[in-house]
């Protein structure tokens, strides 16, 4: 399967524990984004690389929350001292600049958190 | 502000058409995205408008009205498997992030 992977598919966490996701893109494609979803919602956008820069940051984001993409490849996503209020699905995308004009994202199955 | 504006349900029946539309309000256009998501999975991309008209791609069309701020999916021939969360998703101007609406999610019956 060579589609956008994610792991953990799920984790559970008490309250005040860190956590931390990756998300591997497809290969060759040079953005990856974040996006966080709760039920009933569509997705709400975190952040996005292109290559192993971070571009844009979501101002929704508090300081808990940390991305890293070291290589341009895989990403990372931990959340510090978790609150029951991150509770939700982590979506992660990825997009190839260089083909399509319209830059499609593709989406992995996520990683849903439950803080309890 | 970013908003954008779905119906949160829908019904039809196997067979027939429906149209679900989107309104949007964004700080920028740079293009309007519809995704299809099944329950507990992933969305997955449906079709893309920039400038206004239809874009017909098998039994699923979109259609983009700039100066309206307007969208609609029409898919045709439903099929059971039809039966999921549709998301339209504005990409607002000189960012590459999308903003997305709730979702319609559209129950279809035999």
């Known amino acids: 399967d060579t589609g956008v992977s994610q792991d953990p598919r799920h984790k559970i966490t008490k309250r005040g524990q860190n956590v931390t996701f990756r998300c591997d893109p497809i290969?060759?494609?040079?953005?990856l984004y974040w996006y966080r979803q709760t039920l009933g919602q569509g997705p709400e956008f975190l952040t996005y690389f292109q290559n192993e820069a971070q571009l844009e940051k979501s101002r929704l984001l508090s300081d808990r929350f940390s991305a890293e993409r070291p290589k341009g490849s895989f990403s990372t996503l931990e959340i510090q001292r978790t609150e029951q209020g991150d509770s939700a699905m982590y979506l992660c995308?990825?997009?190839?600049?260089?083909?399509?004009?319209?830059?499609?994202?593709?989406f992995g199955p996520g990683t849903r958190l439950t803080v309890l | 502000g970013q908003n954008i504006d779905q119906p949160t349900e829908m019904t039809a029946t196997e067979g027939a058409i429906v149209q679900i539309n989107c309104t949007y309000q964004t700080s920028g256009f740079n293009g309007l995205f519809w995704y299809q998501q099944h329950a507990g999975e992933a969305p997955t991309f449906l079709s893309y408008n920039v400038l206004d008209g239809l874009e017909e791609k098998g039994r699923f069309s979109s259609f983009l009205s700039r100066s309206k701020g307007y969208s609609y999916l029409l898919l045709k021939e439903l099929q059971m498997k039809d039966s999921a969360s549709y998301l339209c998703a504005v990409r607002p101007g000189n960012t590459d992030k999308l903003i997305f609406g709730t979702g319609t999610r559209l129950q279809v019956f035999p």
């Open positions: 995308a990825s997009s190839f600049t260089g083909g399509r004009t319209y830059n499609e994202q593709f």
């Open positions: 290969s060759e494609h040079n953005r």
